[in-house]
């Protein structure tokens, strides 16, 4: 069974400048996330779904992060403009359920330099 | 809010030593607990879990007990092997809100030969 796949693995790009990072989860699996991680901390969230519901978005810095999930299977989060502080690991993860004791299986991530 | 403290690291250990990672929590409810953890360019993984009080999850050699009254999910192996250098994540997710996960800082492990 494929893992969560993320696109593209890394990025670099100038301040200012737009980028959009992908997300296609586990098959079946109804919720999905998308954390942001500094380095030597660990994974905060930004938006949760529930299909193609956003229903915890409070940490999603909205005058220039968006994220949609069409049809309720993969995702994608996007910068627009880009700032120096938004360097960091950009990871996403699904699970089956929510229920309090449900794993979440993470992809990759994508690492993202603003220069 | 919800907050997860993990014992500082990094932690460099010999192989074949004991291996004891802290982890305390603070929740408002009766959260479940995790171990996860990520090797070098990979993404996190469950290493462990436990869904209640005195709960005890295992894998690979790592346990961790569920002590509610300490509010406590110490992760222990009883002798490490060069393979297990990562970065290890304790994690709760809370009861009342259950997709909403709280995560620490990690610990980074290094076993030399």
């Known amino acids: 069974e494929a893992g969560v796949v993320q696109s593209p693995r890394y990025k670099i790009i100038e301040k200012k400048q737009p980028v959009a990072f992908w997300c296609n989860p586990i098959?079946?699996?109804?919720?999905l996330y998308w954390y942001l991680q500094n380095l030597g901390q660990g994974p905060e969230l930004l938006i949760r779904?529930?299909?193609?519901?956003?229903?915890?978005d409070s940490q999603l810095p909205k005058d220039r992060f968006s994220a949609e999930r069409l049809k309720g299977v993969d995702s994608t989060l996007k910068i627009q403009p880009a700032e120096l502080g938004d360097s960091a690991v950009y990871l996403c993860?699904?699970?089956?359920?929510?229920?309090?004791?449900?794993?979440?299986?993470f992809g990759p991530g994508t690492r993202l330099l603003v220069l | 809010g919800n907050s997860v403290t993990q014992m500082e690291g990094p932690v460099t250990l010999s192989e074949e030593a004991f291996l004891t990672i802290n982890c305390t929590y603070t929740?408002?409810?009766?959260?479940?607990l995790f171990w996860y953890v990520q090797y070098p360019g990979e993404g996190l993984q469950l290493l462990l879990k436990?869904?209640?009080?005195?709960d005890k999850g295992s894998n690979k050699g790592f346990e961790a007990t569920y002590r509610k009254e300490t509010t406590s999910f110490h992760l222990e192996k009883g002798s490490v092997q060069v393979s297990d250098s990562a970065v290890y994540f304790c994690?709760?997710?809370?009861?009342?809100?259950?997709?909403?996960?709280?995560f620490g800082d990690g610990t980074t492990l290094t076993v030399k030969p």
């Open positions: 929740a408002t409810g009766y959260p479940s």
């Open positions: 436990a869904t209640k009080a005195d």
């Open positions: 994690a709760l997710s809370d009861r009342g809100d259950a997709g909403k996960s709280t």
């Open positions: 779904y529930e299909n193609e519901e956003a229903v915890d």
């Open positions: 993860a699904s699970s089956l359920g929510k229920t309090s004791g449900e794993t979440q299986y």
């Open positions: 098959s079946g699996h109804n919720t």
